[in-house]
């Protein structure tokens, strides 16, 4: 709780280490920008790879997130936000580019505090409203799910595609449902037997890692492991002139011969953020759970 108006509770990365703060500052608004209350966030992989060190971030983390703004056009309505911040004026590189300008602060990852919080600052153009069909719980999820959607984005995977899904986690299984949409041979690979399931009670076909087939003929090979064996194991999967999409990030360094690449003249996508209007659209019409 607040207990004087100008402090607030987050949870702190320093130093390599999380710690509950009671007493941190209120966030202040510089213009441009709203002031957020929190109402839920969710836990991403990646906010496990900073704690091991990842972009050698330090500060209160969070970035999947849904709030109610204090002030401004949206100030009562719940709200997501995308997390890719630049309210300079004239910048050349935004709107259209924010996901890759390099002025930008990212929430809970990149020079701007995160929602791991009571409270945050958000530049409220990155403010998207939540439908109410949408619960909180399911709220959390519209960035990952964005991020997903980024796939489909960057690829042109059809109902034509031979498409591998790495990784049974989170997000795997949120990517796996996108590309489901494309009506596209779909095959996932995990480790975990009970998370598998989960992708074939949605009618996914599924093989646990030890007992996959490793022939390259694949033409999509997409990366949600959280390891860095996943890039090696896309190696061994994908056709020649076929696609990676690496939707990863690690505070390991991959450590990895390259020439396969080169031979096989395939494509490396890397896959970050993605567009919010999709996720919400998509979460509204129940597409996805």
Partial sequence: MISDGSKMTGLMLQNGKLEVQTDLHLPQPPDKEVLVKVRMAG??????????????????????????????????????????????EHCPYCPENRH????????????????????????????????ESISDERAVFIEPLAAAFQVLEQTDISENSHVVVLG???????????????????LVVGKHTEKLRRFQDRKIETVSLENLERTR????????????????????????????????????????DLSQVIIDELKVIGSRCGPFPRAIDALSKTKSK
């Fill in 100 to 131: 890759h300008c390099p002025r930008r602060s990212v929430i809970g990852i990149l020079n701007r505090p995160g929602a791991f919080a009571e409270y945050l600052s958000v530049p409220e153009e990155n403010l998207y409203v939540v439908p």
């Fill in 168 to 186: 049974d986690g989170r997000l795997g299984y949120l990517t796996a449902q996108v590309v489901a949409l494309t009506g596209a041979k779909l």
């Fill in 43 to 88: 836990v991403c992989e990646t906010d496990l790879q900073l704690v091991q060190g990842y972009m050698n971030y330090e500060g209160i983390l969070g970035h999947e997130f849904v709030g109610v703004p204090a002030t401004g056009k949206f100030a009562g309505r719940r709200v997501a936000a995308d997390i890719n911040c630049c309210t300079l």
């Fill in 217 to 256: 003929s694949s033409d999509f090979v997409i990366d949600c492991t959280g390891s860095v064996t996943g890039l090696p194991l896309a190696l061994q999967l994908v056709r020649p002139q076929g696609t990676i999409v690496m939707k990863t990030t690690v505070a390991e360094p991959y450590q990895i």
